[in-house]
Structures are given as C-alpha cells and as structure tokens.
C-alpha cells in the first residue's frame, strides 16, 4: 500500500474565528483565542486547522469579502498574532490552513476602488464590467446566490458590474493574467509564513461563460440563479492548472476546494494525479432537501408550500438518498483522490437537525453523526462545536439573524409566495446562524467565549450550561469523550484511513452500515438513524465482537434509537 500522506490520516478542524474565542473582550473572537485553545485541539487529536477568513474585512459576509489579501483584520488581532498562532500550533503537531477567497474580492478592496473609477484606469478591467441593456436594465437575469440581481449598476463608471454573492463582492476578472498573477502572489504570501494548504473558496465561479446570456427563469422574480450560468465553466481548469502550477509546486501541502457544479464522474480532472486539488467539497449529500440543485432557497417537494412546524430536513428526504449520496462519492474517490468527509461546516445548519428524525435526542444523535464521520473512507473535517453536540437555534425575527444570506432567503420566500411564518421557518431550518453561534467553552456567563462585557456578537445557544467543553471533558458520557474514544479508535485501526468502503443494507431507511476492509480485517460501522429498535441481519452480527457502541455496556442483540456500533472482524 501506497504510503498515506499526513492529511489521509489526519483529522481536520475548521474554526471560525469570529466565534471561537475572545481575548479582548470585544464580543467577537480573536486570534490569540484561538492559541489559547490549542492544546483543546491537540487533546482532541486535531492534525490541522482550517481558518475561514481573518483577513481585513468590512465583514458583510464575515470575512469573505476581503479588503486585503495580505493582512489580518484588526479584530482579530496583528500579523505577529497570527505568527505565533502558527509557530504555536506547529509545537503541537497541529498545521494551519487558510481558506482563500479568489473568486471576488470585497467592494472596498484598493483594487476595485481603482477599478470603478473609470474604464480606463490601470485596473479597469479587474473586475467584470458590463454596459446596462438598451432599456437600463442589468445586462442579464441573474440572479445572486444570497437573493436580487446579481449585477449592481456603479454610478461612477456608468457600468454594471457582476457579483456572484453579495453587492459588496464584487467578482474578480480571472481573464486578466495580472489579476492571477496578483491571487497566487497572494497565496505564496501565506505560504511563505508556514501555513500547510488551502481551503479554496467558491471556485467553481471562477470562470464565466464567453457570452453572458439571460437564463431560464427558476423563480417567481423572473430571475435565473447566477450558479446555474456561471458554475463549472469550460476553460476553468486551464485556470486551475495554472494555480497549481504557480502556487503548490515544490510545497508540502494540501488543498482542498469548495466545489459546487462539478459532478461525480468529473472528478478525475478536479482531484488526484491528474486533477488540481487534493480534495474537493461537493454538497450532494448535504443539497438533499433542496429544489434540484438550489442552494440556499428553500426546501424541495413534497415540503415547500407546507406548513413547516414540526418539520425538520430528513423529513424532505429518505436515509436511502443520503446513503446513495455518500456511497457515490466514496466509490468516486476510491481510485482516484480522496474524499473531505463533513456534515457541518460555517454555511450549513448543525447536523444534529438536518439529518434527523424529529424529537431525536441531541446527544445521541451528535454520537450517531460521529461516529459515521470518523469511520467513513476520507480524511474527516470537524466544524468547531460539533464535537460537543451544538444544536440549530430558532430566534423569533429576521432582525435577529446576522447572516446576510439568511435575509436573502427570507426575501426570496416571501416574492415565492410564502407566508412570513413559513420564510423564518426556512431560516430557523437553513440559516448559517446556526453554525456561528459563539463556542460553548465552559458554564459560566456567555458560556466563556468573552471575559468582557461586550455582548457577543451572535447570542450563546441558551444550553450552554449543559453542552459545554468544560462539563463535557468530565463526562464520560459526553458526546466531546466520544469524539475523544472515536478519534483513539481510529488511530488504533488502520482500516479506518486505509481500508476500502462497500455499503450494507443498502435497502434500509433506519439504518446507514458499511464495512471498512483491509486485508484480512474488516470492522462494520452500522448506525441507526431512527428513532426505531432495529434488529440487525446476522450476517452483520454473526461471531463479530462490538468494539464500540454509544450505548456503552448496554448494547445487545437490538440497536436502540440513534446508536452507533462498530463491530469487529468476524471471528467465525
Ligand atoms: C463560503 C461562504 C461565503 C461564500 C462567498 C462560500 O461558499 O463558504 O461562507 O459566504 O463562499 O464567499
């Protein structure tokens, strides 16, 4: 076998600063926060840290709309923070990778000051310009991906010009070789300061189409989503080859790329030996409650329309679809790649209710969830408080939430035709909020993200004297000591990173088994994702030990609702 590279068998943490921890007591994190909590992370058997943005920012999408390639944003501290974040990190084995943001920039970055000046300054053709149709009108129907057009008209310039996301992120021209040029030098930047990779942001937008050409209408507001005209463009891997070629060569490192757009069977061009990242995030096993392709709008048939109290995301879908969903990408990436395992991260709403029955127990489900994200086949990504079992949360009013995409979507629903209970209902369900809560570090006031006075900039999760890190590291029960178990376990068994995945009892809709085979070896994960009793096929069960179960010394013949087992090899 192939010797695994450290990111294979590493475990990967993503933190958003914003939310982890304040030293300053400001009410928003900070860098030195996050070196205070390192030997959290090295306990948890973290081998790297991904960081979204902590670059110079306006902060209209919390750090991605980027003023300044090269810099750290001041409320999360200086350049020298950010070193000793690094030097710190290393003395515990843990690497630091940054998230870079190159499809657009932010409308206050030096770069699109200059650009919208005129059409004739140095920079005028860094970003992309387009005249208003005959009548005025944006020159196409797009639609943004956070909702309204996604074209914005600049007086000053007399000129439109194209945001994928948000007004205050404008797109980044890709076809001008110096604004290339100007992203990688970016890049090396931070290389150069001994950071180990990149998650790279939105960047199957990078490339648009040769003709910008209205789209079929996907929405009441005779509008077209941006992500249907512009995702995974032909021409983009010539961009991307260059990246790579510019960038990694000659580093020791890892990238792993946010990939909307780019199917199952493209992924030979995208990951591996001949591809341009070592992994790639796609959602298909997270967009299951969405209309076909939609992101971020609002839940697919049978359910869009209905009254959504009591509704929560796997009632939209069966476990056969997720399980189908998971299993494509494993078999997609079994010979060539590797596959970035995550069910959380700072878009997405917390596990716990998205892929659950509701009524499901927070803590058993949190374990069920574990448990399948560190036994699958790839390398797992946890998002910060996912080892402690965070849940969504449900304020009253759109007023309250602060992501910018969550207004969007509200907007959106209530031009859909959609009652305002049924727009916050897909916000208490979707909204980005729920994933940025502030940490939940211990059970004192604001649950010891801030020392400060400063309210923190998102409420704490009112459970925070239960789901905490500090009450969760006593508990031999919690759901943080059975990441810890999981996490030994999967160092004790080179079938976790090493061995191949085949499904089991694929029919099933309570129950997600697979096996993970290595030699001779073979341990079965099964997991109930029901709130049912299950009797188990002996073929699973048969002369095979359970090696862990979430149920501890309870677990007999019958998985109960929401437990997780691994069984070892059959001894038969
Ligand atoms: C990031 C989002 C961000 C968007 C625009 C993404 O996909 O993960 O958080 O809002 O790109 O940069």
Redesign the pocket.
Known sequence: MEKQKWWQKGIIYQIYPKSFMDTTGSGTGDLPGITSKLDYLRDLGVGAVWL?PVYPSPMV??G??IADYTGIDPSYGTMEDFDRLVTEAKKRGIRIVM?L?F??SSDHHAWFLESKKDRTNPRADWYIWRDAKPNGSAPTNWRS??GGSAWTWCEERGQYYLH???PQ?PDLNWENPEVRRALYDAARFWLDKGVYGFRI??ITYIKKPMEFKDGKPDGKDGMAGVHFMTANTPGILDFLREFRREVFKGHDLFSVG?A?GVAPDELKDWVGERGVFDMLFEFSHMLLSFQEGEVWCYPREPLAGKPLEGWTPSDGWKLTELKRALSASQAATRDNGWYPIFFE???QPRSVNHFFPKGADTKKAAKAMATVLLTLRGTPFIFQGQELGFANVGWPSIEEYND??SHGQYEFALKEGFTPEQAMGFVHLFS?DNARTPMQWDATVNAGFTSGKAKPWLPVHDDYAVVNAEVEARDPDSVLSWYHKLVQFRREHQELTAGDYEELMPESEEVYAFARTLGHSRLITVVNFSLNEVKLPEEITRGRAILLSSHGEEAGAVLHPLEARVYGTCQD
Do not use: G, L
Request: charged share 30%; hydrophobic share 30%.
């Open positions: 979204t999408d919390n991605y709309d998230d943001v499809n657009h991906i956070f994928t996301f948000a992120q942001d939105a946010e909307n991260n700072h878009d910018i995409s980005r």
